[in-house]
């Protein structure tokens, strides 16, 4: 923390990025709310410098993940499970932020979550509009809107919670100082009812319908697709300030360089259209493990950031070139900016994640 102050930066603290924590608890523990809290105010306790955090990272993905489709631990595969995990990870956020800001009064919440759209086939119209409803409850929830008129409420009731555990956050408003969108070439989806055009692996449902889950980037609709929509759809709904807390694809240097200077322009023109995007973060700066399988297999596949860790050293990547001019003078040129990222063809190919 010194070192940080010394060079300029201002850390924000993230206190748990997906999981549960220690072995003594998880996302379905009636406890983890304050088990959570009490951990974060040791964190402003022992560190009282920090005035930024994003105590629970991403916590409907995580729900998802841990309590709906069972990939992560505790691996539950039901809605009562999931929207308990959701829950429980928003009003830990909550208490969390309540125990910091006894330190630090002047703390900011910059609380992320993955971000897009959900298109389909006719028929999947309705799943699709419960996805995109279901996109912005870690913010309503936080923000005290989840009223008795709010599309999720009657979900959450058809799940088994009660009503005093979504009015705990109406009572305890703790809405973000600012929005961080963690956005991806996969975080627009398209649910297809022609199950066998795609691979196995795509392949689910709902209990009522099956249908294909692809990138809408892979499908044939793909118009309103883009950060620069989802920008707006925030910007509108919030007025809140915006970051994208994490910009990154897994593919090659120059795709990289495409994707990083696709999402720079998009923010861009999305601070001409009035939304207050603050800045844009290259996650992860030196690389990830397993996150092309989601971290269900320990294979040791490693995806460099702007910096590459997987020889022991640390070594910049092509990227890091581009990262560096853009926060110097907000601007970088390269031939390869000179072709379109795969995604941007006019039938995309599967070669990145």
């Known amino acids: 923390m010194t070192r940080l102050r010394e060079l300029g930066v201002r850390p924000i603290a993230g206190l748990l990025h997906h999981g549960s924590g220690p072995a003594g608890t998880n996302l379905l523990d009636p406890q983890f709310p304050e088990k959570f809290a009490r951990y974060a105010a040791a964190v402003a306790r022992r560190y009282p410098s920090l005035d930024a955090y994003t105590p629970i990272n991403e916590p409907l993905t995580t729900a998802r993940f841990s309590a709906l489709y069972g990939h992560w631990y505790p691996h539950a595969t039901d809605p009562l499970s999931f ?8 009003r830990g956020i909550v208490l969390a932020m309540r125990a910091i800001r006894e330190v630090r009064p002047d703390a900011q919440l ?15 119209h309705y799943q699709a509009h419960f996805e ?9 929830l936080l923000s005290g809107w989840v009223g008795a008129k709010h599309p999720l409420r009657s979900y959450f009731k058809w799940a088994g919670i009660s009503d005093a555990e979504i009015d705990f956050f109406s009572i305890h408003p703790c809405p973000p100082d600012i929005i961080g969108v963690n956005y991806y070439v996969t975080s627009e989806r398209y649910l297809d009812s022609d199950l066998f055009a795609h691979e196995p692996e795509t392949r689910g449902g709902n209990g009522q319908d099956d249908y294909a889950d692809i990138a809408a980037v892979r499908s044939p609709l793909r118009e309103f ?22 910009a990154h694809i897994g593919c090659t240097a120059d795709e990289q360089m495409r994707w990083l200077m696709q999402i720079w322009n998009e923010c861009r023109s999305a601070r001409d259209d009035g939304a207050d995007v603050r800045a844009v973060t290259v996650w992860a700066l030196l690389g990830s493990f397993d996150w092309n399988s989601l971290v269900t297999r320990a294979a040791g596949h490693y995806e460099a950031g702007a910096f590459d860790v997987s020889r022991g050293d640390v070594r ?3 990227l890091a070139g581009a990262v560096r001019a853009l926060a110097r003078n907000g601007h970088y040129e390269h031939p390869f900016l000179n072709s379109p990222g795969w995604w941007r063809s006019p039938e995309p190919l599967e070669r990145c994640a």
């Not at 929207?83 to 928003?90: D, E, I, N």
């Not at 910059?110 to 999947?124: C, H, M, R, V, Y």
């Not at 995109?132 to 309503?140: A, K, S």
């Not at 697709?225 to 994490?246: F, M, N, Q, W």
């Open 110 to 124: 910059i609380q992320t979550e993955d971000f897009g759209k959900t298109f389909s086939t006719p028929a999947l």
């Open 132 to 140: 995109n409803e279901r996109r912005w409850i870690t913010w309503d």
């Open 83 to 90: 929207a308990r995990a959701l829950l429980a990870q928003c």
């Open 225 to 246: 697709t883009g950060l620069a929509h989802r920008l707006d759809e925030i910007k509108r709904r919030y007025r809140t300030p915006i970051v994208i807390t994490e």
């Open 316 to 318: 910049p990547t092509a």
